[in-house]
């Protein structure tokens, strides 16, 4: 059964950091696209930042340079760095992947979620 399970939220100031990480459960993670996706209330659920499986990244316009995505394929884990964090930052932020090497942002090729962790972050 996959699973995926994210850590690491909080609540931060703006201007602080924050690190996400999303234990997978997957066999043969190495083979799997994954991405960070954020959700605020009322709001659609939104893409963040993906990365294939040659290690190649994509990242939405409002967290480029400050959010880093990246991968360790020996823990099965997924991680994101966010810097430079503010108000509108705040989400709950969930964890996905797919077979594949791809990278998307867009909610629907993924068919592997995780529960969502929420971050916080006050002005």
């Known amino acids: 059964q996959v699973q995926l399970v994210e850590s690491g939220g909080g609540s931060v100031q703006a201007g602080g950091s924050l690190r996400l990480s999303c234990a997978a459960s997957?066999?043969?993670?190495?083979?799997?696209?994954m991405a960070w996706f954020r959700q605020s209330p009322g709001k659609e659920r939104e893409g963040v930042a993906c990365i294939r499986t040659d290690g190649r990244t994509a990242y939405t316009d409002s967290v480029k340079g400050r959010f880093t995505i990246s991968r360790d394929n020996a823990k099965n884990n997924l991680y994101l760095q966010m810097n430079s964090l503010t108000p509108e930052d705040t989400a709950v932020y969930y964890c996905?992947?797919?077979?594949?090497?791809?990278?998307?942002?867009?909610?629907?090729?993924?068919?592997?979620w995780g529960q969502g962790t929420q971050v916080t972050v006050s002005s």
């Open positions: 996905a992947a797919e077979y594949g090497n791809w990278c998307g942002l867009v909610r629907a090729p993924y068919n592997y």
């Open positions: 997957l066999y043969r993670v190495s083979g799997y696209s």
